[in-house]
């Protein structure tokens, strides 16, 4: 069976830092695009990250360019989010996905992603 498994969220205050990580199991993904994503509440969900199966190209929302950044281990089947210079408006659940298939460059598409984690909530105070 195929999980994504997200941890690391939690209650930070403004201006905080938080590092999310995502653990596979089940297959290999490290021949596909890893992305984070994020929904708010009351909000449609909305791409923040993703990463190529090398860690060689990355893309970011620009609403967190240059506060965020995502990484991966493919020895540990694992991807990472660092969040810094964390503001109120960052708070949602966050979701990792890793994509339909190797070698697409499914960037921050929603639509090539097919596997996803249950979320970690992030919750930033003001």
Not at 11 to 16: D, E, F, K, S, T
Not at 58 to 74: E, P, V
């Amino acid at each position: 069976q195929v999980q994504l498994v997200e941890s690391g969220g939690g209650l930070v205050q403004a201006g905080g830092s938080l590092r999310l990580s995502c653990a596979a199991s089940g297959r290999t993904f490290s021949d596909n695009y890893m992305g984070w994503f994020r929904q708010a509440p009351g909000k449609e969900r909305e791409s923040v990250a993703a990463i190529s199966w090398s860690g060689t190209s990355t893309h970011y929302a620009l609403s967190i360019k240059g506060r965020f950044t995502i990484s991966r281990d493919n020895a540990k089947n694992t991807v990472y989010l660092q969040m810094n210079n964390l503001k109120p408006e960052d708070t949602a659940v966050y979701y990792c996905a890793a994509s339909s298939n190797a070698y697409e460059i499914a960037g921050l598409s929603t639509n090539f992603y097919a596997y996803w984690g249950q979320g970690t909530q992030v919750t930033v105070s003001s």
